[in-house]
């Protein structure tokens, strides 16, 4: 369905207590929760591997979307499946074989996502449309939540009409609040990741200014 989710990136959350941020940001109104992995070397920044993932996983009731910022990717995707992602995104700069990627997260029983980061153009995706159930836009260059937003709204426009009637999200990440959401979603964008814009001045402590914030976007 094409409805608006929005997808809080617990990238900007405490790292001492993901289990708590989790169930704070579903019960104020997370439709999706967005697991940032960061290798090191694809994106010049480290978060976590598939272990932490596997713990968070008791703590999300909705849909565990989790975006991988690594290369080499298929040596991973069985841990990722044993983790309990919904969703696992892969970039299609991170190999020379995104279409065997992609078709290996389906085979172990995920949706397949691919993103795109902001110099990589639509058309690197014309031929994986149907291997894919998320084309994630990157509208920052990945590695650091709080990042100035990229207009891609033009790529996001190109993508929408090359998807037609097939079921495939088109997932904005990066720089996304209050002013950006409205011109992504106009392009055809119907998730949106959004990190410090959901998680600046809460807490689990206050977990309801997690709840204003996601209804301001
Ligand atoms: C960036 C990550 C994003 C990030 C977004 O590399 O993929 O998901 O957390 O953070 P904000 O919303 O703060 O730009
Ligand atoms: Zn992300």
């Given at each position: 369905d094409r409805s608006i989710k929005i997808a809080p990136s617990i990238?900007?959350?405490d790292f001492a207590n993901f289990g708590q941020e989790i169930q704070a940001i579903e019960a104020q109104g997370a439709d999706w929760v967005h697991v940032d992995v960061m290798?090191?070397?694809?994106?010049?920044n480290l978060t976590f591997g598939p272990a932490a993932v596997k713990a968070f996983r008791p703590h999300v009731k909705t849909v565990m979307d989790v975006h991988l910022m690594i290369a080499p990717v298929d040596p991973y995707i069985d841990a990722y499946a044993d983790a309990g992602a919904d969703v696992l995104t892969a970039h299609v700069?991170?190999?020379?074989h995104i279409h065997r990627t992609l078709q290996a997260i389906r085979a172990a029983g995920m949706k397949a996502g691919v993103a795109l980061n902001?110099?990589?153009?639509?058309?690197?995706v014309a031929h994986l449309l149907d291997l894919t159930d998320l084309i994630c836009v990157m509208?920052?260059?990945?590695?650091?939540?709080g990042q100035k937003f990229i207009d891609m709204t033009a790529k996001i426009r190109s993508l929408r009409e090359m998807i037609g009637d097939r079921p495939v999200h088109i997932e904005i990440d990066g720089g996304v609040d209050p002013t950006t959401a409205p011109l992504v979603v106009e392009a055809g964008a119907d998730v949106l990741v959004a990190g410090s814009a959901v998680f600046r001045g809460g807490s689990v402590e206050a977990p309801e200014v997690y709840g204003e914030n996601i209804r301001k976007i």
């Open positions: 990238l900007s959350a290798d090191g070397h694809f994106v010049p700069e991170a190999g020379p902001p110099g990589t153009p639509a058309e690197a509208t920052v260059n990945p590695g650091f939540g």
